[in-house]
């Protein structure tokens, strides 16, 4: 049979959970996800998991911080003097808000701590510095690559 590597593109289920067993996604009872290995689509522990398993294969995956969304970067919490902030906002801690940034990409923070003086805002993944437990199924191998002659 054949197993899955570099550059398949590939589809397979998944559940992924948090160290307490919280589901966080699944793509169960939804179509199957789909990526090519080694595109970058997926967090690196997920591919890394996928390469070698045949079709209709499952397994649980452990994937550690520097294999998924990273570190915790404690330079990617800022704190802000309220007196920047527009008096008509009334920010709450846990509050979630996408930005943009100069080169038109949007990244998510969360509003972290809000007291009268200051606003302590986070722009680490909301996932980056824990571990994630995958669940996967592969599905099947949708194509391979075009060996060169």
Known sequence: MVSAKANDTVRM????RNEDGTVLYTSVDKEPLQFTIGQGYVISGLEEAVLGMEPGESK???????K?????????????DRTNIPAQFEPKEGQVMHIGQSDHRMIQ????????????IDANHPLAGKDLYFEIKLTDIV???????
């Open 13 to 16: 289920h998944y559940t992924a």
């Open 60 to 66: 649980t995956v452990k994937i550690p911080p520097e």
């Open 68 to 80: 998924g969304y990273g570190p915790h970067l404690d330079e990617m919490v800022i704190e802000l």
């Open 109 to 120: 923070i969360e509003i972290s701590e809000v007291t009268e003086s200051k606003l302590v």
């Open 143 to 149: 194509s391979e690559p075009q060996q060169k002659y």
